[in-house]
Each structure stands twice: as C-alpha cells, then as structure tokens.
C-alpha cells in the first residue's frame, strides 16, 4: 500500500517533467511554427508574468477575491450537492490524502478531485464572484492552485507573491477570451460560461504555478479547451455547481497532461478559416494577440473592473430586483407599519431583461429559487432583504410568499438589456387601496460598479466561514489572505484550511 510521501511523490514527478525534461509540440513539429500566433501569444503570456507586473491595485482587489471565494467555499461544503459529490470521489476513486477539502478537518483527495469538490463547493449556492463580461472567475480557478499548493512538499510551497500571481494569470485569461466575443457580453444562453473560460483559466493559473514553458503552457490551454462547456439546460439544478468544479479540475487536469509532453493544437486560440477552435464556443469570436506583461501599455483587466461581490447567494440579476423590492418594503412599512401582508397588495410588475432561465414564476427548489427573479422579488418585498436563509425549503413554502407570486407580472423594456453592465431592476407594487409604489435599482451595492467595502466584505466571510470553522480560525484566515504577497510560502494560509 502506497504510503503518504509515495503517494505525493506520484503528483510531484509532474513539476521535474514541467522543467523541460521533453519537447513540446512546437518543437517535434514536421513544420516548426516561426510567426507567433494568439494560441502561442498566451502561452508566452503564461511564462512570462511575473509578481513585479501585480500592482497595489490588482494585488488588494484579487486577494478580496481569495477571500471571499474561500469563504462561500467553506459554507458551500454545508450543502447537499457538495456532499454528494465529496462522497462519489470516496467511493469510486482509491483515497489519495494529497490536498485538503473545504470544511472536512483532516479529509484528504488526490489534487485533481479537492479541486473539483472545492470547485463545487464554491458555486453549490451560487454565491460566488461575478465578473464582466458574465463569468464566476474566481471558483474556477482557486480550488486548483490551492490543490497544487498542498500537494507540493514543505520545502517547495509557493511563495504568497507566486500564488498571487498565478491566481491573476488565471482571471487574466478569462476575461481576455471573454473579450473576443461581443456576445459574452450578455447574459448567456447556450452555455455556462465558467465551464468555458473558466476551464482554461485553470490551466493557465496551474501552468503558472508549475512554472511551464511557453510552448507548454500553450498546449495546456488547446488540452483544456477539449475539456471545456456545459449546457444552460442545467441552469438552477444541482449540476449547475459541477460546472465550476469541472473547471477546476479539468483545468489542473489539462496542465498536468501538458508537463507531461501531451500535445495538442498550437492555433486553438486563433481564428483559422475552417478549423473549429475556441471559436467553436462564440460565433461572432474575433481573437487577438495579448501583449507581453512588460509592454508599458499592457494592465491586467483586474486593475480596470473591479468585482462583484454577492451580498446573498443567487444569480447575479437577482441583487437589482431584490434591491428595488427592498425599497418599496420600507416605504410600505413606513406607510402602513408592521409586517408586509399579501392582503394588502393587488398587482406586483418586474421590469426586468429578457433572460428565460431567471424568469421562474413559480420555484420548487432551493436552486429553482436562486434564479428566479420572482422569488427574489417577493421575498424582499415581505422581508425587506434576501439572506441565506431565504432559500430554506420553509422559506420557500411560505403561503404569504406563494401569495405574492400569484401575483407577479413581467415586462421586458426595451432599455434593460440582458447585460450586467447595463441593465436595471424595476418594481412597481399596486395596492388594494390603489396606490401605487415603486422602487428601482440600477446598481447595487456589491456590484463592480459600487463594490463592498472591506468591513462588509470580511462581515461575510465571518458569517460564512464562521457556519464550519471557530472564530480564531476564521480571523487567522482573514490575516493571511491580507497578509498573502508578503508571506514566505503559502503554508499559513493552507494551514487555517486543513
């Protein structure tokens, strides 16, 4: 039987293979590639960055990533579908005790599979980060570098700076593929996004961190893009987090295949007439090269949009219509005191982008529920808030609750586009007495526009870290999250998680 260190020593054979011990695609090629394509651009791009391109900017606004993605990590590990996917890696894959799992003390996976529970995990509420143009950035890509840290031997962790930096390469990639196409732009339709993008910013962020060549690390994107999509049909059901877990660990899975000598194609990222790459994903796709982190015109897009932080755990489109039922409950409070009741209210109207897998008049479920902009709007119309709590099964049965869904009316105005950049909650309650309230939001508090403060930002780490871990642990993790660019290697962070 394989004892711990055999067993680790199995993954770490990946980072001798990673300093070059084979040659890559290019290099083998009956017809070497001299002129350097997008695909090759990213893979140089990969290689090249380094901890002095991060500024003070991209460094505070990634680490409030890190920690808040740890954060609804460890209170999605509370939920069913975590659980049901934690058991299946128990029981149908030998147990490799490699990296830790979210809020399972001394619990242990091979790296591939922590960074698909974790991933879970982080998407099993749907409280997770959202970016612009519409992806989760962030789930895709921690579990994977955390996994790698923790397989990597004592002497070998990566410095806070080196996973910082990975991290960065890892949301970079996702958000520079996302800018090739006008379409990404939008809400999406056909596939969840994270399960594209984010796949391939797996891959980017551990070929970093394993310190791949740039043919290498090119050939880890073209290996995760094979591995990459997943349909919106899944939307609001319990396979809709598998798809942030797949992306993680489909995009460490694609980096350990590249250190390998695993080739792949070397024009996946390009726009080549006939041939089918990333291009497969977006129709209006129009690729570019990315500039060398040197170049003095080049800034990591962290550093030009800030993120959005969710306040409660749904779709993102939730938090304008929860917010604007929310201001017509305090006038209606204010107007007729106490609690909100159903008997007073005739007609509820949502305007609201066209978006048919958030129109959900009626949810049954938890995860019905967080992607439905009636049930948003009705719950903070009679609590004045959406909380965590909103999405228990008795939460979601009220018959106060059900009575004010009856009554939900959709309009799609031709201003409120299905973009997160752009669009508007609107709500407008008539009365029995027939006067009428309204209340509007156009950007709420957590978006990238009006981002959360710090205060609040670590208020919800403490509420969600807090429902798995003691409070020493949860205030030792908030120091090394803000601690992380000047810490020697990552073992203080890893340590609060074991």
Sequence with gaps: MLSTLQRSARYLSVISTARGLHKSALEVAEHPVHEETVTSSFGRF?????????????????????????????????????????????????????????????????????????????????????????????GAVLPAILAISDMLPSHSKPSGLDFLTAFNVGIEIQGRLMGFSNDAHNIPKRFHPPSVVGTLGS????????????????????????????????AA??????????????????ALLASRGLEASPLVLDAVPGVAGFSAFYEDYAPHHISSPDDKEHSFLIERQDIAFKRFPAHLGMHWIADAAAIVHKTLVG???????????QDILLRVPVSKYINRPFPESEHQ??????????????DG?????????????????QALLSLVRLEHPHDNPANFNVMYGEVEVTLASGDVLQG??????????????????????????????VPE?????????????????CRPLLKQLQ
């Design 385 to 401: 808030e959406v909380t965590v709590q909103s999405f228990h099964p008795e939460a979601i049965r009220r018959p106060e609750l």
């Design 440 to 469: 509007r939001c156009d950007t709420f508090y957590g978006h990238w526009r009006n981002p959360l403060s710090d205060e609040s930002l670590h208020k919800k780490f403490r509420h969600n870290a807090g429902t798995v871990l």
């Design 203 to 234: 891959a980017a962020a551990c070929a970093r961190l394993l310190c791949l060549d740039r043919n290498q690390s090119s050939n880890a994107l073209a290996i995760a893009a094979s591995l990459a999509g997943a349909p919106m049909a899944n």
């Design 335 to 345: 107007l007729r005191g106490g609690s909100v009741s159903p008997s007073l209210v």
């Design 473 to 489: 642990v949860v205030e030792n993790l908030i120091k090394s999250v803000e601690d992380l660019e000047h810490l020697d290697d």
């Design 46 to 138: 990969i290689q090249s960055v380094q901890p002095r391109h991060l500024s003070p900017t991209v460094l505070h606004r990634s680490k409030r990533m890190v920690l808040d993605s740890i954060g609804v990590g460890l209170l999605g590990s509370t939920t069913e579908v975590f659980e049901l996917a934690l058991q299946h890696c128990k029981q149908m894959y030998a147990p490799d005790d490699i990296s830790f799992v979210y809020g399972r003390q001394g619990a242990k996976l091979s790296p591939t599979l922590a960074a698909f529970v974790n991933g879970v995990a982080a998407h099993s509420m749907d409280f997770d980060d959202t970016w612009h143009p519409a992806t989760h950035p962030s």
């Design 369 to 382: 529920a967080r992607h439905s902009f009636q049930f948003n709007a009705c719950t903070a119309l009679l």
């Design 237 to 254: 059901t319990q396979s809709k987090p598998l798809h942030i877990g797949n992306a993680a660990r489909l995009g460490l899975e694609a």
